[in-house]
């Protein structure tokens, strides 16, 4: 018999477990960007680079341009967004999912590499405009072995669409970032622009999002997460290696040096 107050009970309790599994996640990524701080990283209170830490590197009112655009785009994308197949949506919805997924991302895979690698958020101009979500750095080799568009697809066309498209940059030289990161010879932090970066996808649906952030801290689901990423990663390597047989030589060895990486998983 269908009880009304069971069932809001129900909902209320899992709408309060979603809460602490977000602010958990929020708290460890605020944690996580003290440390990236104090090793010459400039990241946010939410592991985001900083634009502001690249004062050094461009002069002349680049940045405040560049965070002038990104407010463009962002204004543009809620436009764009705010009709769903003709039904209005939330428009804080699809931006809101877009940051949990980038949230959860960083910190699961901060919590499974941060011994040999460096994890951290791409700026929203690089989020925005170059169409990257997360960098991953090598503290072997100093520079970046790959990068993450992240997605928390609403269906399978968004899905397919995504996969046609990061094809398509890792046949053309893979993904560039303004504000990143790499280690000289004596492992110190430079603040610099990067290119021929190894680009995959990763995708969860809305439940699975959900559970993953209401579970952040239970290291058996974690693992499940991570092993997801890893599967659907190794995935994407055998169809680049399949249909492109001569990628960029930096892009080449970049993504050979994660493909070790990932088989060592």
Same mark, same amino acid.
């Given at each position: 018999?269908?009880?009304?107050? =069971? ?131 090598? =503290? ?28 398509? %940059? ?11 990161? %790499? ?27 959900? %559970? ?25 390597? =055998? ?27």
């Amino acid at each position: 018999m269908y009880n009304p107050e =069971k069932q809001y009970n129900n909902h209320r309790e899992k709408t309060s477990e979603f809460k602490e599994g977000l602010k958990q996640l929020e708290e460890y990524l605020k944690l996580m960007s003290e440390d990236l701080n104090k090793q010459g990283i400039p990241v946010n209170e939410d592991c985001r680079m900083n634009m502001d830490g690249f004062r050094d590197n461009y002069a002349n009112g680049k940045i405040e341009k560049d965070k002038e655009y990104v407010e463009e785009l962002e204004r543009r994308f809620k436009l764009a967004n705010f009709y769903n197949h003709g039904k209005i949506i939330h428009e804080n919805e699809i931006e809101f999912k877009g940051k949990e997924m980038e949230m959860l991302t960083t910190a699961i895979f901060h919590k499974n590499l941060s011994t040999d690698y460096i994890v951290v958020r791409t700026s929203e101009y690089d989020d925005y405009v170059n169409k990257v979500d997360n960098i991953i750095l090598s =503290k072997k080799t100093g520079s970046a072995i790959c990068a993450f568009d992240d997605i928390a697809p609403r269906d399978e066309y968004t899905y397919k669409e995504k996969e046609r498209k990061t094809l398509n %940059r890792n046949s053309s030289n893979g993904a560039k970032i303004k504000y990143g990161i %790499r280690l000289d010879n004596k492992e110190k932090i430079i603040l610099s622009s990067m290119d021929n970066i190894p680009i995959f996808y990763l995708a969860l649906g809305p439940k699975a999002l959900k %559970r993953g952030i209401k579970e952040f801290n239970n290291n058996q689901e974690e693992k499940k997460l991570f092993e997801i990423f890893i599967s659907e990663i190794n995935l994407q390597i =055998k169809k680049i290696e399949f249909t492109y047989k001569n990628l960029d030589p930096e892009l080449k060895n970049r993504f050979n040096d994660f493909k070790k990486t990932i088989e060592s998983m």
